[in-house]
């Protein structure tokens, strides 16, 4: 059975940083065939994608958070980071860890990132 727990969300003020992790269990996060990646999801508004990776090729982010967040795993913990830097009140969101096969697509049970102005 896969699991992927998320933790490290919280209350910061704008301009601070987090770093969320990502914990897997029942599925190897450096396997070639998955995609590892961030999402979020703001109240009101539809998930979207904050940063993806792969085991071969550079990771891709979405373009608001170019430049200030760091996806990056650690393969002998089976866990995934995503460093999060000048937070603004716009990051809010709950954040989820995935993980995507061409079969099959996994998600955790998400971390709240709440950004005060």
């Known amino acids: 059975q896969v699991q992927l727990v998320e933790s490290g969300g919280a209350l910061v003020q704008a301009g601070g940083s987090l770093r969320l992790s990502c914990v897997a269990s029942?599925?190897?996060?450096?396997?070639?065939?998955?995609?590892i990646g961030w999402y979020r999801q703001a109240p009101g508004k539809q998930r979207e994608m904050v940063a993806r990776?792969?085991?071969?090729?550079?990771?891709n982010y979405a373009n608001s958070v170019k430049g200030r967040f760091t996806i990056s795993r650690d393969n002998a913990k089976n866990t995934v980071y995503l460093l999060m830097n000048s937070l603004q009140p716009e990051d809010t969101a709950v954040y989820y860890c995935?993980?995507?096969?061409?079969?099959?697509?996994?998600w955790g049970q998400g971390t709240q990132v709440t950004v005060s102005s």
């Open positions: 029942g599925i190897t996060l450096s396997s070639r065939s998955l995609v």
């Open positions: 990776v792969s085991s071969v090729g550079s990771p």
């Open positions: 995935n993980a995507e096969t061409f079969a099959s697509n996994y």
